[in-house]
């Protein structure tokens, strides 16, 4: 257990539909990545927020947005979504922005749009 | 960040060493490696980093070469439950405050065998 905690673990939706992913980071952590990982793109860093503030951007699409809440969990936004949206969205958390920090991954939001 | 190159796949004996290479001769002098394993569909684990020397925890040890152009993971005794895909990875230092995230390439896909 990482202790890193992503709900929910599976959701199914419609095309054009808007659905929300949380995650809640270990206690401690300040910072919060959202990774995608589809079957043809391997995993795909989509954003990163420390403290409440967003520190990097990836491949994320303008339909997708996320925030991070005083309490520091996180939710992902995901809007009009397509077929191709289906895939797994990973949480990471890590104490700060330092490169020899540690990312602890959750086990994942299963997403399948129909 | 240093692009790193793999093997696609690698088949190891449960109970033997499971040497796994990574190819990183662009890396500058303050990136660090890391590696994580992603067994199935999982969130990625991380297993172990390094900036210079020589590191070893209790899942692994990481080589790496003198001119830190190429590294490789070691799993002392391989085990069926060690199956998985692992992933090395180039980090870079975030600049001013910038986000610090990980970039995953294809890693390799290691199979251990009976």
């Known amino acids: 257990d990482s202790g890193v905690t992503q709900t929910p673990k599976h959701l199914i939706t419609a095309t054009g539909q808007r659905v929300t992913l949380r995650c809640s980071p270990r206690?401690?952590?300040?910072?919060v990545y959202w990774y995608q990982q589809s079957l043809d793109q391997g995993l795909q860093f989509l954003i990163q927020?420390?403290?409440?503030?967003?520190?990097a951007k990836g491949n994320i699409l303008e339909r997708f947005s996320a925030q991070q809440f005083p309490d520091l969990h996180s939710e992902l936004n995901l809007s009009s979504l397509e077929l191709g949206d289906s895939a797994l969205y990973f949480c990471a958390s890590s104490v700060g922005t330092y490169q020899n920090e540690k990312l602890f991954f959750g086990s994942g939001t299963q997403l399948s749009v129909l | 960040d240093a692009k790193t190159t793999q093997p696609p796949s690698m088949d190891c004996a449960e109970g033997r060493a499971a040497n796994l290479p990574c190819n990183h001769s662009?890396?500058?002098?303050?990136?660090?490696v890391y590696w994580y394993r992603q067994i199935h569909s999982q969130g990625p684990q991380y297993i172990i980093h390094g900036l210079k020397n020589n590191e070893t925890n209790e899942m692994a040890s990481l080589i790496i070469t003198e001119d830190r152009k190429s590294s490789t993971l070691i799993l002392p005794h391989a085990t069926l439950r060690d199956t998985a895909v692992y992933y090395c990875i180039v980090r870079t230092p975030g600049k001013n405050n910038a986000g610090n995230m990980l970039t995953f390439g294809g890693g390799t896909r290691l199979m251990v065998k009976p």
């Open positions: 662009t890396i500058s002098g303050n990136e660090y």
């Open positions: 927020y420390y403290n409440g503030e967003e520190r």
């Open positions: 206690s401690g952590d300040l910072s």
